[in-house]
């Protein structure tokens, strides 16, 4: 099973959906739990794609107050009024696991 986090996020100009995402892969760790690959920028429709694969699973990866990243909540595909398909996350009530809480790019 592949996992990726998603570190940071693009609006688009109206700021109304993300235009863009960053993510990292989700490295299993020899010393520590997990570690995150490089980051690799994509276009929303590029990470419906990988949120669609069967198999993987995207979380978004927020920073703690130490600068590492923290385990997030999971990101879906949900289906606008106009067939769009856009990224989203399980509220959990925490706001800084949210993936419009994310830094922006």
């Known amino acids: 099973m592949a996992r990726y986090g ?3 996020i693009r609006l688009n100009l109206q700021g109304t959906h993300i ?5 990292r892969g989700i490295i299993p760790g020899r010393h520590a739990r997990w570690q ?7 276009a929303r429709v ?14 978004t990866l927020p920073r703690d107050a130490n600068g590492n990243y923290d385990r997030g909540q999971p990101v879906f595909i949900e289906v606008g009024p ?7 996350s399980v ?3 925490t706001e800084g ?4 809480a994310l830094p922006r790019f």
């Open 6 to 8: 998603i570190t940071r």
């Open 19 to 23: 235009y863009a995402v960053e993510y």
């Open 36 to 42: 995150v690959g490089p980051a690799i920028q994509i």
């Open 46 to 59: 590029g990470m419906v794609d990988i949120v669609r694969t069967p198999g993987n699973r995207v979380i």
């Open 82 to 88: 106009d067939g769009i398909e856009y990224l989203e």
């Open 91 to 93: 509220a959990d009530g």
């Open 97 to 100: 696991n949210n993936l419009r």
